[in-house]
């Protein structure tokens, strides 16, 4: 079984809606807007390209990242290689730009999941991580929370009234701008 990891950039308050500046969000840019850059905080970026086997999105983020990271190709090399999935119900076809294969659920997720082969890593798609997280499919968070509380937007969890989900914390860092790193694995029940 391939491990689904959900990376972000979250608030204190758990939101991670635009965190780079992306239109609609009153708050866009928060990550970069009034915290101070620290190379190292973003280590674990480079990190996941490197590790990851796929890339999963929703929809949105697909469409916002496809027309952007497929021009890329020094920052995101890793991103750029590796077999890419949209999860989306209404998305015709892929972006001929960033190719990717279309699934239509969360069950497609799961199937997907289930096979062999390297990490699949989930970036940004808020609803989807969320759906991903309900489901149970969700094996490990990669989560750079900063020191900002923005009261209303998207959240990296729904609110949805389910059992407990406890988490080991395997790898956890401050760095000098208050950004904290925190790797978290979801345990299993026994």
Same mark, same amino acid.
């Given at each position: ?41 973003y280590e674990i ?59 239509? @659920?969360?069950?497609? #997720?799961? /199937?997907?999941?289930?096979?062999? %082969?390297?990490?699949? $890593? +989930? ?42 989900? @406890?988490?080991?914390? #395997?790898? /956890?860092?401050?760095?000098?701008? %208050?950004?904290?790193? $925190? +790797? ?7």
């Amino acid at each position: 079984m391939r491990t689904l990891i959900v990376t972000a950039f979250v608030s204190l308050d758990g939101v991670m809606e635009g965190p780079g500046g992306e239109p609609g969000y009153r708050n866009s840019g928060w990550t970069f807007q009034d915290v101070e850059f620290v190379e190292e905080a973003y280590e674990i970026k480079g990190r996941e390209q490197e590790e990851a086997g796929a890339l999963l999105l929703g929809r949105r983020s697909y469409e916002a990242f496809a027309p952007v990271w497929s021009t890329m190709t020094a920052e995101f090399p890793g991103y750029n290689a590796m077999p890419r999935y949209v999860v989306s119900t209404t998305l015709a076809s892929d972006d001929p730009r960033w190719p990717a294969t279309v699934l239509r @659920s969360v069950d497609d #997720v799961a /199937a997907l999941r289930a096979g062999e %082969g390297d990490p699949i $890593i +989930v970036h940004g798609s808020a609803t989807l991580g969320a759906a991903l997280a309900d489901a149970g499919l969700v094996d490990r968070y990669h989560l750079l929370q900063f020191p900002v509380l923005l009261g209303a937007g998207k959240r990296l969890w729904s609110d949805t009234d389910r059992d407990q989900t @406890s988490l080991e914390v #395997v790898e /956890a860092e401050t760095y000098r701008n %208050g950004v904290t790193k $925190i +790797v978290a694995d979801v345990k299993r029940p026994a």
